[in-house]
């Protein structure tokens, strides 16, 4: 009650001028008056008594400011007294305050939403107990995070570091509860991971390491909370009920509780299986294949005071051991650890980088806009030099109007952060409802949300920046001559080389220029990763994915269906060819393989000649993506189990295994398992896992040629390129009846490839691009407001000499060079200077953007054009006002 | 002017208490008292008699209250409190100390 009772009083003496104040006024007044009681009764009249005694008093302003510090005047009312002086000052300048509150907004606020970013998806883990020790561990020198079950296994019972280590992998199955067959996400764990990570069921209970006893063995399937409440209806008497998935009965055993979601930040299953029951689910077992990695990702806690250091030691040693072991299956066996969320760096690399870009570019924006201050207030002060001359001399101490000044800086930029932390509160909210990927994905959103460390950030930098563009001020008045001032008035002191007003405004535009051109490089390099060569053709065609295993085919009838489909839709009128792919290049990454040598003998993985990226395709693949022919020929539909096994390779890979493209045609290299293939073609490059990768080498294999068990996608993930000219709607409906017609209960979904590729491919290219645009255009506001203001007030100081320049016949050029000259020079100045900062800068982009050349006559033009224009926009008002300059009026007014 | 002495720093503080110790006064009364007993030999620039007197009142050593003064104004008036006597008879000796020594140094003669 007491401090309520404190502020209180603190808000009383904010809004009213405090009574020990205007107690300590009466005071000296009435000192005054008894003083010019005694004058006048030795005979002076009454009005020149009082002037005495006032005279007597001594200086006044400062008496009483020294009263007011003994009085107990105490920091916070000065500070009150300040902050009330403050505002009335702001308050009569709206438009100064206006632009300096919007520009802090947009600087604090661009700051805000990167940082709460950031924390939501690098600095704050996912919500699990003890997240401070739980590590995904990945392998090799280029960090991978996929691992092979029975490597898994070696690891979780050979170390000492970790209470436990678990496995999980994702995938889509369909689940049939009754009624409605429908496809899910799901995680596939190992049995321990609930236990692992000390997760308790919300409902029901959850499998355990107990529950496995080989392979499919464990037929239980534990539901999210959104999963049960969406689809069971919070219906509690779930547990226990048996629903088919993949055709195969499965036991709900519980739900997980609503806080939990797996450890993937952008990725949240429906349902939970045991990976034991793989085959079931993915109708193949990779369980004892030690050398099929696919995405198993493995994590654990670390034992209380075991060190990361240390546990990736031991982890080593266990690596070791696996390569001396299994030296056919194991190679480069070296750990690290990092957290699980990101999917460990596979994601989470490019992320914090692209964060930490994004949050230097975001800093540079609030360094800008502190700069665009700092030059806005020192214009200010300037401006005020007469009454900080008139405080001085009245007996104000230098330090009490500094005090004030700063008073004023963080007032404007606590008001600033408060606006741009409103902002960003908005935006945020938008985006972390913001679906990136269309359904077709699993559930994926950024779970940015705000906390207090968001609010702490913003205050902070609002202090910070405060003062910075505060101090810009300070010199000018420690400086500042009240006799000076107050006898000579304010003579424009104009054109006495560079000040720091003038190197605030060229840091500001060098900044903005940095923005502005990083934008326009990724701009640029979206544009041409929409055009570059993939290696396919995109426009015009359409990709079918089909589900076989939920329609329950397996073994030879899935090869058998895959032909009838493609036969089904080429038959389909505008339907020019059609293909199969096991996986199209640029969906959500590749699949590899490692070949050999025909020479190789010792078939080890350190042996390899090349890792390769593999697809299985029907023959008219090629002719269907319009892939082009290099050399050789490609597949024909007797290239089937009954010839000799046969591939078509890429460039890169005839010039890395063979040397040649000559030499690769009718050339035979090496599969892991030793049997020997046969080149019998050469195509182009293209694009096969990310946009940004270099030319790497790929092999494609007739589908019909692929053993069963050595990679799971091709079997059942049967993706069909249709190319036609028709009309989407019409083709997909054509496409539609056709499939159905072949099987009502064949699960398929279709897009055009152009677009599947902008939400896959393109999606970072495009976040990034739309992140830097927004960046970019803040930089150009900003620059607009520093040269506007610069420009402006140039021309306001100087409105008489321009006068007198028009009654002596000045031509309007020379008037425009006169006002405008300094302002242009110095923008030329900046924008220079920050063009090449920002060339050297978007090297950075390099790793996100498509081909982030900074070296592009394009950019570099787009840049020089941009910020004249933007310097052409900002000086329109001053130069209209210069070049309507009266030089009658003005003389008059002095 | 001559005659008048510059104020050692710290004593104006002795001087408002021995001056308000003889009666409750208001600030220019003050003034007037010590020119008074003092044969108008010590000068105070009146506006610095304030911040002392707050901050007397600060540290207890006086109290204040508004009343009419011999002019028929509102004037604020300063009274001693027990600890403001207290202190006056403290600083007061202290003050002869100091007067009495740097008296005997000062009038030494050579031997």
């Known amino acids: ?894 | 002017m001559t005659d008048q002495a510059q104020l050692l720093p710290g004593t104006l503080d002795l001087l408002i208490l021995k001056a308000v110790s003889l009666g409750p006064l208001h600030g220019y009364g003050v003034l007037l008292r010590i020119g008074q007993i003092s044969g108008q030999a010590l000068l105070i620039e009146q506006g610095a008699l304030y911040p002392a007197l707050f901050r007397l009142v600060r540290q207890g050593l006086l109290k204040a209250s508004w009343g009419t003064s011999e002019n028929n104004r509102r004037a604020k008036f300063y009274e001693l409190t027990s600890i403001g006597r207290k202190r006056l008879q403290e600083e007061t000796d202290g003050w002869n100390r100091l007067a009495s020594a740097m008296a005997s140094v000062l009038d030494a003669q050579p031997e």
Request: proline share 5%.
């Open chain 1, 1 to 894: 009650m007491k401090f309520v009772a404190y502020l209180r009083s603190l808000a009383a003496k904010f809004f009213h001028r405090s009574e020990t104040a205007d107690d300590m006024e009466e005071e000296l007044r009435s000192h005054i008056q008894h003083r010019a009681d005694d004058l006048e009764r030795s005979g002076m009249d009454r009005s020149e008594a009082e002037r005495r005694a006032r005279i007597e008093f001594g200086g006044y302003e400062k008496f009483r400011e020294e009263s007011h510090e003994a009085l107990g005047g105490n920091f916070i009312e000065t500070l009150l007294q300040d902050v009330r002086f403050s505002l009335r000052l702001l308050r009569k300048s709206p438009g100064f305050t206006l632009v300096a509150v919007l520009t802090l907004a947009l600087g604090i606020g661009a700051n805000a939403v990167v940082f709460s970013i950031m924390n939501a998806l690098i600095v704050r883990p996912v919500n699990v107990p003890e997240a401070r020790s739980l590590y995904a561990i990945e392998r090799g020198k280029d960090q991978a995070i996929n691992h092979s079950y029975p490597d898994y296994v070696d690891l979780r019972d050979r170390n000492r570091s970790f209470e436990g280590i678990a496995a999980y992998n994702v995938a889509s199955a369909g689940l049939d509860t009754g009624n409605n067959p429908s496809s899910v996400w799901l995680m596939e764990v190992t049995g321990n991971y609930f236990d692992m990570l000390k997760i308790r069921p919300y409902l029901g209970r959850f499998f355990h390491g107990s529950d496995e006893h080989g392979d499919n063995s464990a037929p239980y399937i534990v539901l999210t909370y959104g999963y049960w409440h969406s689809h069971f209806q919070d219906d509690r008497g779930v547990v226990g009920r048996v629903v088919q998935l993949n055709k195969h009965p499965f036991t709900i055993l519980g739900v997980a509780p609503p806080d939990f979601q797996g450890t993937l930040l952008f990725l949240g299953p429906d349902i939970w299986v045991p990976l034991v029951n793989q085959e079931q689910v993915e109708g193949v077992n990779l369980l004892n294949a030690r050398s099929s990695r696919g995405i198993l990702m493995v994590m654990g806690h670390l034992k209380t005071g075991v060190t990361p250091a240390q546990a990736v030691a031991d982890l080593n040693s266990v690596g070791s051991y696996l390569e001396k072991t299994y030296p056919e299956d194991d190679g480069n066996m070296t750990f690290s650890l990092t957290r699980p969320y990101l999917a460990g760096d596979w994601l989470g690399g490019p992320m914090r980088e692209f964060l930490a870009g994004l949050m230097l570019l975001a800093g540079l924006i609030l360094l800008a806009a502190c700069a665009n201050l700092g030059s806005l207030f020192a214009a200010r002060a300037a401006d005020r030099s007469r009454e900080v001359a008139l405080r001085l001399a009245l007996g104000s101490s230098r330090r009490r109007i500094l005090r004030q000044v700063f008073t004023e800086a963080v007032l404007i930029s606590l008001i600033g952060g408060t606006v741009g932390l409103l902002g960003s509160l908005l935006l945020l909210r938008g985006l972390s409802t913001w679906r990136p990927l269309p359904s077709a994905a699993p559930t994926m959103h950024l779970p940015v949300s705000t906390d207090a460390n968001m609010y702490i950030f913003a205050l902070l930098l609002s202090l910070a920046s405060g003062f910075l563009f505060g101090a810009v001020p300070v010199r000018q008045i420690l400086r500042t001559n009240p006799y000076e001032v107050v006898k000579a008035g304010l003579s424009g002191r104009v054109g006495r080389g560079m000040t720091v007003r003038d190197l605030l405004l060229v840091a500001q535009i060098a900044i903005c220029t940095v923005l502005v051109t990083s934008s326009m490089v990724a701009m640029r390099g979206m544009m041409r990763s929409m055009h570059s060569n993939f290696g396919f053709e995109p426009q015009n065609a359409m990709l079918v994915s089909t589900a076989l295993n939920m329609a329950g085919y397996d073994g030879d009838s899935v090869p058998a269906m895959q032909k009838r489909m493609i036969d089904a839709l080429r038959a389909v009128p505008g339907v020019q060819s059609v293909g199969s792919v096991d996986r199209p290049p640029l969906y959500f990454g590749a699949n590899y393989t490692i070949v050999f040598t025909d020479k190789t003998t010792d078939i080890r993985p350190s042996n390899a000649a090349a890792e390769s990226v593999m697809y299985n395709i029907s023959p008219e693949y090629f002719d269907a993506a319009r892939t082009a022919f290099l050399a050789g020929r490609p597949f024909s539909w007797h290239d089937d189990q009954n010839a000799p096994l046969v591939a078509v390779v890429n460039r890169e890979f005839a010039a890395k295994v063979f040397g040649s493209i000559k030499n690769a045609v009718g050339g035979y290299y090496k599969k892991r398992d030793g049997s020997r293939i046969q080149v019998v073609g050469v195509v182009e490059d293209g694009k096969y896992a990310s946009l940004t990768e270099d030319p790497q080498p790929a092999t494609f294999l007739p589908f019909m040629q692929s053993p069963a068990s050595q990679t799971r996608e091709h079997l059942f993930s049967v993706v069909l390129v249709v190319r036609s000219a028709r009309d989407p709607q019409q083709l997909d409906a054509a496409i539609k009846s056709t499939l159905q017609g072949l099987d009502a209960g064949l699960p398929f979904s279709s897009q055009m490839w152009g677009k599947q590729l902008n939400d896959s491919a393109m999606f970072a290219a495009r976040v990034a691009t739309l992140a830097l645009g927004v960046l970019g255009v803040i930089g150009a506001m900003l620059s607009i407001t520093g040269i506007f203001g610069m420009a402006a007030y140039s021309v306001s100081k100087r409105l008489r000499e321009l006068g007198i320049r028009v009654a002596l016949g000045a031509q309007r050029t020379e008037v425009l060079q006169a006002a405008l000259g300094r302002a242009v020079k110095l923008l030329a100045f900046g924008s220079v200077a920050g063009l090449i900062l920002g060339l050297l800068a978007t090297r950075v982009l390099a790793f996100i953007v498509y081909q982030a050349t900074p070296r592009d006559p394009l950019v570099l033009g787009g840049v020089v054009l941009t910020m004249l224009l933007l310097g052409l926009v900002a000086t329109w008002i001053p130069a209209q006002r210069a070049l309507s300059v009266d030089p009658l009026i003005l003389l008059r007014e002095e």
